[in-house]
């Protein structure tokens, strides 16, 4: 069993749709949850950035983060044809530096 | 600043060729991280470097990969002999421990025939 699951997709809904993407974990001690938007051949880049639970909002985007769960979640609001990428959740212990992705969430956004 | 930078974009080689590929962090950054992305397996951390010194190299597939910094602004990831398993887009990533997050450069299409 990996440490972090996640869904591979792909998921394609139409433009202006709440999307969620979602990550679960076995390791109890990860503490920073992060979310990384891939664009085709292109590096990750840090879209949302946690620590231990509760919500975080930045402006369509929302990060969730259910510790008793052990369940990570993105919320896309509005979504639009540019949200459409792999969304990578990743997630670490306090201290640590190495961090664990998920498989990635392919992610269309149509028109 | 430029961001991590990557070379060469893509390379194509043989099997049991020597393959190398090059990275320079951003600049203050004092952790380094080579990563490897395939469809199956995702992205997987092969080895990272902590002020130019290896930390952990426990996912480092096998001895035909090898990674060195030699200094602060250069690392490389080296593949001999290469085989075609080790096709995948390789990244480097670099991280300050003052704000723990990872920038990733954009990548090296390795395919190996």
């Known amino acids: 069993q990996k440490e972090v699951e996640q869904d591979p997709g792909p998921l394609s809904v139409p433009e202006g749709a709440i999307v969620s993407l979602n990550c679960t974990y076995s390791n109890s001690a990860f503490q920073y949850f992060m979310w990384y938007r891939q664009y085709s051949r292109k590096g990750p880049e840090l879209l949302m950035y946690t620590y231990s639970s509760g919500n975080k909002e930045d402006g369509r985007f929302t990060a969730q983060v259910d510790k008793s769960s052990k369940y990570i979640s993105l919320f896309i609001r509005d979504s639009q044809p540019s949200d459409s990428a792999t969304y990578l959740c990743a997630m670490r212990i306090q201290g640590a530096q190495k961090l664990v992705f998920g498989q990635g969430t392919r992610l269309t956004i149509n028109p | 600043d430029a961001g991590v930078i990557q070379s060469p974009r893509h390379e194509v080689t043989e099997m049991g060729q020597e393959v190398t590929l090059r990275c320079k962090p951003i600049?203050?950054?004092?952790?380094l991280f080579w990563y490897r992305q395939t469809m199956m397996r995702g992205l997987e951390l092969l080895i990272y470097f902590n002020n130019n010194v290896p930390i952990d190299d426990s996912g480092m597939p096998e001895d035909r990969f090898s990674a060195k910094m030699p200094n602060a602004s250069f690392s490389t990831l080296k593949i001999q002999p290469s085989e075609p398993r080790d096709s995948a887009v390789y990244f480097c990533?670099?991280?300050?421990?003052?704000?723990?997050?990872?920038?990733f450069g954009a990548g090296t299409r390795l395919s190996v025939l």
């Open positions: 600049s203050g950054h004092d952790y």
């Open positions: 990533a670099s991280s300050s421990s003052l704000e723990n997050i990872q920038y």
